[in-house]
């Protein structure tokens, strides 16, 4: 249980286009989904927390009009990055917590993003 | 301000025992996890402590001492598959994790 799949597993791009990476929770719903970003060997840096059907929470420093997330369901959450330009390639991670059952975050594989 | 420590790295061998130990200071305290990374891959939960005391699971154990801001994670019967980061993450008041930059551990034959 407590499967969370993400799509696409790596996407390569021109500077200037726009990608979407969705994340999905397989067998739970999922109120909260996360949205995170990882350089190599660095600490998970949260980007924002998406609640179902509310607009996503950022964090200080995270551009929201670059980094649009939508959370349409219990099961479904999207990262689109708008306008990618080179600085934004890395890994991000998308997470899901399950309801009413723990606290925990399961994440998804992660999408290698990779602008040129 | 919230902060986590822990060893940059640490090194065991095959089928030995390994503690990697855990300190943090945050906003507020519901529960502590511990997560396992391996490279280029996205992190797996592990263990979840929000009481006092030792979590068994098969290998892996995880203690947590509240009034000391503490933790540890203990490995035993160390395979090679355990090479990998483990992360440290305690919840906050607001129920976020913080997350540091965790153990990387290395296994050798």
């Known amino acids: 249980g407590a499967v969370v799949s993400q799509h696409p597993s790596r996407v390569i791009c021109k500077s200037g286009t726009s990608v979407k990476i969705e994340c999905r929770s397989l067998d739970f719903q999922a109120t909260t989904m996360f949205w995170y970003r990882q350089f190599p060997k660095k600490s998970l840096m949260l980007m924002a927390t998406s609640n179902e059907g509310s607009k996503a929470t950022y964090e200080q420093g995270v551009e929201k009009d670059k980094f649009l997330i939508n959370h349409a369901s219990l099961t479904l959450s999207t990262l689109t990055v708008t306008s990618a330009h080179p600085e934004d390639s890395s890994f991000y991670i998308c997470s899901a917590r399950v309801v009413g059952i723990d606290w925990a975050q399961y994440f998804g594989p992660g999408t290698r993003l990779l602008v040129l | 301000g919230q902060n986590i420590d822990q060893p940059t790295e640490m090194t065991a061998t095959e089928g030995a025992i390994v503690q990697i130990n855990c300190t943090y200071q945050?906003?507020?305290?519901?529960?502590l996890f511990w997560y396992q990374q391996h490279a280029g891959e996205a992190p797996t939960f592990l263990s979840y402590n929000v009481l006092d005391g030792l979590e068994e699971k098969g290998r892996f154990s995880s203690f947590l001492s509240r009034s000391k801001g503490y933790s540890y994670l203990l490995l035993k019967e160390l395979q090679m598959k355990d090479s990998a980061s483990y992360l440290c993450a305690p919840m906050d008041s607001n129920y976020q994790l913080i997350w540091g930059a965790g153990t990387k551990l290395i296994i050798k034959p």
């Open positions: 945050t906003s507020g305290f519901n529960g």
